[in-house]
């Protein structure tokens, strides 16, 4: 079984800049892809990015393609998600899942809270 816990959230005026972490643990040799995933209030859980565990190779969702970096750091077991020009419609709590690319698996983690002020 894998344990994945996210971090790094924030408040940040518009156009700033954060970077999230997600930190795997457990059963790691069974990861495919790690993706995260965001909900804001009232809407449903969207994808926003994938990594291939093994490999480097990207997803992204067309909201955020040129401003958000999705990133892994093996020696760390951490996926990194840096998100740059940041606006007010990126406020939701944001998910990383370890399943197969834009379809999570397993349970889910508390989420890291990214509020973007205008």
């Known amino acids: 079984q894998v344990q994945l816990v996210e971090s790094g959230g924030g408040l940040v005026q518009a156009g700033g800049s954060l970077r999230l972490s997600c930190a795997a643990s457990?059963?790691?040799?069974?990861?495919?892809?790690v993706n995260w995933f965001r909900q804001a209030p009232g809407k449903e859980r969207e994808f926003v990015a994938a990594?291939?565990?093994?490999?480097?190779?990207?997803y992204y969702a067309d909201s955020v393609k040129g401003r958000f970096t999705i990133s892994r750091d093996n020696a760390k077991n951490t996926v990194y998600l840096q998100m740059n020009s940041l606006k007010p419609e990126d406020t939701a709590v944001y998910y990383c899942?370890?399943?197969?690319?834009?379809?999570?698996?397993?349970?889910w983690g508390q989420g890291t809270q990214v509020t973007v002020s205008s």
């Open positions: 899942n370890a399943g197969p690319v834009k379809s999570p698996a397993g349970s």
């Open positions: 457990g059963r790691t040799v069974s990861i495919d892809a």
């Open positions: 990594i291939i565990w093994r490999g480097r190779i990207t």
